[in-house]
């Protein structure tokens, strides 16, 4: 391509227009060892944003598919890796354990309490006393019976659990809180699990998240919010190609979103896709947006998360 | 490392919290841990912390009762009903942190004194709390005028026997575990880690299904919906149309390997489809100057260089520094070797590891430079 004197103008329009609309952009390389940028990935941020990236697990230096993963985080900004529905792996404190039924999905609350889905119950892992015979496998400890089947579990603001599936009697899939809250004493102190179930929708559901009072759910390429108490939902977000893989919340910031191509932001005023990255999954904590990236093994904390508020695009 | 009320890690152990004893290691991340099991009796302790309750070696024993018709069973005590005040242990839970909640502890463990007063429990059993609960337990029954049936009696009459209830019963809910009834809190410990997962499965609580506040979102609404959230969703098309561009073409660039299929992607994306600003653009001069810019930050790091970006032309173009060993420093380092065995090889060798692993969470004077070791020799390129 050539420049011609008649584009100079244009070319300055189409500056401004860049700067408006794109304004930065960050190629993230690699580890140290290798100082290559990361293939596929880019950052894309607005001008002037606050916005900040940090490696918290760098990208390793052995490329591995990460297949089978499921990436999670707790209240305290630790990671927490899950494999082969068997084992699950805290890298903040160097800590592995395994537990002796397969398990669907793992979640963690903002607290830091551990559930798992497993056989069809919501269940934990109760504390294992020092008496040597720790094998490093622990029992999987049933707290009730699921309500649907394909169980997903997922964390949300506030301590909030939103378990989401299959209904096997009619085919529908459905959202559920479950949350310490939902562990109800009758009048003789006698307790059982009533699950709350928020959301019921033909299309599958992708994910899901909210603080249990509001919250957003998606199917397909769609988001909707939809809050405890009023009957009805709204569309709150379509993405133009890609199918929406994961949720995460955050009351201040608002929703973030994951495709399978990338990471964005959803607002009430607008959006953008800030990180262009294959097969993310996100998750929230202290205010930070995490994004695990499979093919790097790696985990890139994004800082500042509110100041896509001020930024998103029309 | 010390359990707190909100970081239960392996290793942690539980201390007394009156006299800073150490009363035992937890080593698994758990929903469970709850520090009021391992509640204990200090030296020169006469009785434990609870009322009616005894010291029996270093540890409470609740299990002769009291005289007033019943007593609180620190072992099975789930959810700390016998606390009023929040410690260092278990302030984050939920009911410590509420009046509310507390009121209502306050009022059940008063009713399991056989008061139905607490006014009447704390004049007979303030004298063996401690202050803070003793104040506590005061305030709350000051705020809180108590309207149960019988107020302000003073009898003392045992609790009556609790019937189990099926949660099936109420027509408001829809039932998963027909016939099954509810569960005490002390029951739910009772439960042995070895016995068959069926067994352990018939321990757990009931559940049901509370539709009131459900949705049913049919096909319509979910029309309705898509065309609402695409009137909102513009800026995402456009920019994930420019970041998947930079992700993909422009690393083709930088290789020497640029397509014109995927600068015209670039202007569709910028320009949102409109032929006119699509047209004003011309050619993309300005799309050379950023793949310069990548060029010669990219050949920055290559070289060692950890600036960290550079603002050219109104734009700031930057990287994250390979060199950046990531915020917590130590661990990322540490974390890498273990993660990529974790994902990629989970060999016989790697099992092995973990059951060092968990051998070294479990014991409480493990060191970072026993962490150190078994990342060596047993994760090293395995």
Not at chain 2, 82 to 99: C, E, I, R, V, Y
Not at chain 2, 123 to 136: A, E, K, N, V
Not at chain 2, 237 to 245: H, I, T, V
Not at chain 2, 329 to 344: A, C, D, P, R
Request: aromatic share 10%; with cysteine.
């Amino acid at each position: 391509m050539t420049t011609t004197g008649n584009n100079m103008a244009s070319k300055k329009n189409f500056a401004v227009k860049a700067f408006l609309l794109t304004a930065v952009f960050i190629l993230l390389p690699v580890f140290a060892q290798c100082s290559q940028l990361v293939k596929n990935a880019a950052v894309l941020l607005p001008a002037g944003s606050k916005v900040k990236f940090n490696w918290i697990i760098p990208p390793a230096e052995v490329k591995d598919k990460g297949a089978g993963i499921i990436f999670k985080m707790d209240g305290s900004g630790n990671i927490w890796l899950g494999r082969d529905g068997k084992y699950v792996l805290n890298p903040n404190k160097n800590y592995m354990f395994g537990i002796d039924r397969q398990y669907d999905d793992f979640v963690l609350t903002e607290k830091g309490s551990l559930y798992f889905a497993a056989k069809g119950y919501l269940g934990y892992i109760p504390p294992v006393k020092n008496n040597g015979t720790d094998t490093g496998i622990h029992p999987f400890q049933p707290i009730a019976k699921l309500p649907v089947n394909e169980c997903r579990l997922y964390s949300g603001a506030g301590n909030v659990i939103y378990v989401s599936g299959k209904n096997p009697d009619n085919g529908r899939y459905e959202v559920f809180t479950a949350a310490g809250e939902n562990v109800t004493r009758d009048k003789n102190d006698g307790m059982k699990m009533v699950y709350k179930k928020l959301f019921s929708a033909g299309n599958k559901i992708s994910a899901a998240a909210g603080d249990g009072k509001t919250t957003f759910i998606a199917m397909d390429k769609l988001v909707v919010s939809s809050v405890t108490g009023l009957d009805k939902a709204e569309g709150f977000f379509k993405h133009s190609k890609e199918t929406i893989t994961g949720l995460a919340y955050d009351i201040n910031a608002g929703i973030f979103y994951c495709t399978a191509k990338g990471v964005g932001y959803a607002g009430k005023n607008g959006s953008t896709e800030f990180l262009a990255v294959s097969n993310p999954s996100i998750a929230l904590s202290g205010g930070k947006l995490y994004v695990y990236i499979p093919a790097e093994t790696a985990v890139v904390q994004v800082e500042n998360i509110s100041d896509f508020k001020g930024y998103a695009l029309k | 490392m010390t359990c707190t009320g909100t970081e239960y890690s392996a290793s942690c152990t539980l201390t007394c919290r009156f006299c800073g004893a150490r009363i035992i290691t937890v080593t698994s991340y758990s929903t469970s841990i709850n520090p009021n099991d391992y509640m204990h009796c200090c030296p020169g302790m006469a009785a434990a912390y609870f009322p009616g309750c005894t010291c029996a070696g270093n540890m409470p024993d609740c299990s002769h009762g009291s005289s007033a018709g019943g007593s609180v069973n620190v072992q099975a005590d789930t959810y700390g009903a016998g606390f009023f005040t929040p410690n260092s242990q278990d302030g984050t839970k939920a009911w410590l942190m509420s009046a509310e909640k507390k009121w209502e502890v306050l009022k059940r463990v008063a009713l399991d004194y056989g008061f139905n007063n607490p006014q009447d429990y704390i004049m007979s059993y303030g004298g063996q709390m401690g202050s803070r609960d003793y104040w506590t337990a005061k305030m709350l029954a000051a705020y809180n005028e108590f309207d149960g049936e019988g107020a302000g009696k003073t009898a003392v009459k045992p609790a009556a026997a609790k019937p189990r209830v099926n949660p099936c019963n109420d027509p408001n809910v829809v039932c998963l575990d027909e016939g099954q009834t509810t569960v005490y809190p002390e029951d739910l410990k009772k439960y042995d880690p070895a016995a068959p997962f069926e067994e352990r499965a018939g321990k757990s609580l009931p559940s049901v299904i509370d539709e009131k506040r459900s949705l049913k979102f049919d096909d319509e609404n979910y029309r309705q919906a898509e065309t609402q959230a695409a009137g909102l969703s513009g800026g995402s098309e456009k920019s994930s149309g420019l970041a998947g561009f930079l992700a993909s073409d422009m690393y083709s660039k930088i290789e020497g390997k640029v397509t014109d299929a995927g600068m015209d992607a670039t202007m569709d994306a910028l320009s949102g489809g409109n032929e006119k600003i699509k047209g004003a653009m011309g050619t993309a001069v300005e799309l050379y100057g950023i793949y310069d810019n990548v060029k010669n930050l990219d050949t920055a790091a290559k070289q060692g260089n950890e600036a960290l970006g550079a603002e050219m032309n109104n734009q700031f173009v930057g990287y994250l520094s390979g060199k950046m060993e990531g915020i917590q420093g130590e661990i990322s380092k540490l974390s890498i070797k273990v993660i990529q065995n974790y994902t990629t090889n989970l060999t016989e060798n790697v099992m092995q590891g973990l059951k060092k692993a968990g051998d070294i969470a479990t014991n409480p004077n493990s060191t970072m430079s026993d962490v150190r070791e078994l990342l060596k020799n047993d994760y090293n390129g395995q």
